[in-house]
Nanobody
Framework: QVQLAESGGGLVQAGGSLLLSCVAS????????MGWFRQAPGKEREVVAA????????YYEGSVKGRFAISRDNAKNTVYLQMNSLKPEDTAVYYC????????????????????WGQGTQVTVST
């Protein structure tokens, strides 16, 4: 079992930045890919970014490429999402999640493969 706890959400003006953090506890010695997902009101949860267990591969959803950066510090059991140039359409609840890493896949991006989830943190971007 892995427990995940996000922090760093809040209210920010368009063009601003936020740094989300996700701390893992429990069975953290396994090779987990980590993902950040978001869910806006009335919309399905979608992957925003993901990173392989060793940090060697990353994935970004198209609308956040060049604005968001995912990173991890395995010594601290923490994954980060640096969000820059925020837009109102980035408003959502952001979740971090963990998935068993796969040998033949650079990084897991399928939401259905993610087994462990945090409680989410609200990000609101005002105009």
């Amino acid at each position: 079992q892995v427990q995940l706890a996000e922090s760093g959400g809040g209210l920010v003006q368009a063009g601003g930045s936020l740094l989300l953090s996700c701390v893992a506890s429990g069975h953290t010695d396994a090779n987990y890919d980590m993902g950040w997902f978001r869910q806006a009101p009335g919309k399905e949860r979608e992957v925003v970014a993901a990173i392989r267990w060793n940090g060697m591969d990353t994935y970004y959803e198209g609308s956040v490429k060049g604005r968001f950066a995912i990173s991890r510090d395995n010594a601290k059991n923490t994954v980060y999402l640096q969000m820059n140039s925020l837009k109102p359409e980035d408003t959502a609840v952001y979740y971090c999640a963990a998935a068993w890493s796969r040998h033949l896949i650079p990084v897991v991006t399928d939401i259905h493969e993610y087994e462990y989830w945090g409680q989410g943190t609200q990000v609101t971007v005002s105009t």
